[in-house]
């Protein structure tokens, strides 16, 4: 009885939340235990604990295997029972409200486990949901960087390019080559095409 309370603590503890390796085995050794108790203290009652065990095999087994761990379990019993009594209807009598409660149990456990995995499933889709929303955003706001870029590129780039073909005709002009303002304006617009140009290029690269 104390082998199956400490591997019932063991397969319940709160960071064995997935059923692996040793939680089924802890699951499997529970239904020895239960039926070991049964064996040599002649009791009659730890046959109740077949149903715990029932409860926690329809979440860690399949549904297949945890019917024939749960069967062979109750077999065992039914067996023990038969061989201190020699009596088949007392051992049906006694053994079908305990099977009962098992099924009861097996039933409830496996519609929490079926809630829980539906649950994180959901919780894993929406996780999935949130990185597509984020992975949109950023696809959408590296579009309009592009679209940006080659406004920027076509527009102005454009237009500052034959700005500065005006004003080096301008500067051409014997009357206006020595203008201070020809001078100034031409250097200006060779400060923005290149201002122009590097903010076209970070966009692009971004």
Known sequence: LLAFLALFVASAAPECRTPSRRIILAVVLQGVA???????????????????????????????????????????????????????????????PVMGFEAFAALTGHYAASRERAREHLAQVNAELMATRLLLEESARAGERLKLSRELHDVAG???????????????????????????????????LAQIRQVVGALRAH
């Open 34 to 96: 239960a039926v070991a108790a049964e064996a040599f203290l002649n009791a009659g009652q730890t046959a109740v604990l077949l149903i715990i065990v029932a409860a926690q095999a329809v979440t860690v087994l399949s549904v297949r295997h945890a019917i024939a761990f749960i069967a062979l379990l109750n077999a065992c019993i039914a067996w023990l029972w038969y061989a201190r009594s020699h009596q088949p209807s007392v051992v049906v009598l006694s053994l079908l």
């Open 158 to 192: 454009h237009s500052l390019t034959a700005l500065k073909l005006n004003l080096a005709r301008l500067a051409r002009d014997p009357g206006l080559a020595d203008r201070e303002e020809v001078r100034v304006s031409t250097a200006l617009a060779d400060d923005l």
